[in-house]
């Protein structure tokens, strides 16, 4: 029923999405191991360290990382690629 549903309200209150920091790499790497259906092989974490500073040095990249309770929860990138829709 809907009264058994929770309130989304609640659900989002603890949220927080922030830009991604390279402290949040072995924690990425956590979460994204969870939702991995076929495991691939870890990737070392200086290798993880060094591709997360190869993105965030690019501009139009960019990391952010969804936290509740000091747990992260989801993960999203943006990435703007040039068009032709503007001047």
Same mark, same amino acid.
């Given at each position: 029923?809907? +009264?058994?549903? &929770?309130?989304?309200?609640?659900?989002? !209150?603890? @949220?927080? *999405?922030?830009?991604?920091?390279? +402290?949040?790499? &072995?924690?990425?790497?956590?979460?994204? !191991?969870? @939702?991995? *259906?076929?495991?691939?092989p870890e990737m070392p974490i200086?290798?993880?360290?060094?591709?997360?500073?190869? @993105?965030?040095?690019?501009?139009?990249?960019?990391?952010?990382?969804?936290?509740?309770?000091?747990?992260?929860?989801?993960?999203?990138?943006?990435?703007?690629?040039?068009?032709?829709?503007?001047?």
């Open positions: 029923s809907a +009264s058994s549903r &929770p309130d989304r309200r609640t659900a989002v !209150k603890d @949220l927080e *999405i922030r830009a991604a920091r390279l +402290s949040d790499v &072995p924690r990425l790497l956590e979460f994204y !191991k969870q @939702l991995d *259906i076929t495991p691939e200086e290798h993880a360290w060094a591709r997360f500073l190869d @993105l965030e040095a690019n501009p139009l990249h960019h990391i952010y990382v969804a936290e509740s309770n000091d747990l992260i929860v989801g993960t999203f990138a943006v990435v703007f690629v040039g068009g032709i829709s503007h001047g």
